[in-house]
T-cell receptor
Framework: GENVEQHPSTLSVQEGDSAVIKCTYS??????FPWYKQELGKRPQLIID?????GEKKDQRIAVTLNKTAKHFSLHITETQPEDSAVYFC????????????FGTGTQLKVEL | NAGVTQTPKFRVLKTGQSMTLLCAQD?????MYWYRQDPGMGLRLIHY???????AKGEVPDGYNVSRLKKQNFLLGLESAAPSQTSVYFC????????????FGPGTRLTVL
């Protein structure tokens, strides 16, 4: 089945610094790659996504890059703020119907003052 | 719109007891999903549905059953709860076409003693 690996599992940065989270996927047919943010005790919420026909997408301080050849994609957060502290999950679709997502194991991001 | 709702929010069961978790969405979404979230393991798909009257197995279906009698509702049942089913359960839904976002419910925290 589909496998998504996510690194690092924890990431601590100083406020204002950049944060990068990386994911790799196994199914070469995967064509949709969303990123979710989950605050403590809350539901996951989509923050950005990218399709397989696009190499990079940016939304204010957040960007995602995709390398289909290498089967990896990354989340970049610039000018980090304390409210960016949360768990971030990458995901990828995999074949078999239902547009199912396989999620990475999550990255706990802590932005320190 | 209420979006995706889940009941109950919390539940404690004894081993061997049964229960049903209810997911409801008012966005006329065709696809619905049940996930479980465990520390360090991300979100894992239990079962999903691509429309009223349909269900299919996900990554970790054992010990669970589902039903989708109405388009807006997706029920997750535990016939004989086990401590290994202690988890946070999330429901999600999305439209049929394209690469649309999965919208998550607020989650149900289940403890099996």
């Amino acid at each position: 089945g589909e496998n998504v690996e996510q690194h690092p599992s924890t990431l601590s940065v100083q406020e204002g610094d950049s944060a990068v989270i990386k994911c790799t996927y196994s199914d070469s047919a995967s064509n949709y790659f969303p990123w979710y943010k989950q605050e403590l005790g809350k539901r996951p919420q989509l923050i950005i996504d990218i399709r397989s026909n696009v190499g990079e997408k940016k939304d204010q301080r957040i960007a995602v890059t995709l390398n289909k050849t290498a089967k990896h994609f990354s989340l970049h957060i610039t000018e980090t703020q304390p409210e960016d502290s949360a768990v971030y999950f990458c995901a990828a679709t995999f074949t078999g119907g239902g547009n199912k997502l396989t999620f990475g194991t999550g990255t706990q991001l802590k932005v320190e003052l | 719109n209420a979006g995706v709702t889940q009941t109950p929010k919390f539940r404690v069961l004894k081993t061997g007891q049964s229960m049903t978790l209810l997911c409801a969405q008012d966005m006329n979404h065709e696809y619905m999903y049940w996930y479980r979230q465990d520390p360090g393991m991300g979100l894992r798909l239990i079962h999903y549905s691509v429309g009223e009257g349909t269900t299919a197995k996900g990554e970790v279906p054992d010990g669970y059953n589902v039903s989708r009698l109405k388009k807006q509702n997706f029920l997750l049942g535990l016939e004989s709860a086990a401590p290994s089913q202690t988890s946070v359960y999330f429901c999600a839904s999305r439209w049929t076409s394209g690469y649309n976002e999965q919208f998550f419910g607020p989650g149900t925290r289940l403890t099996v003693l």
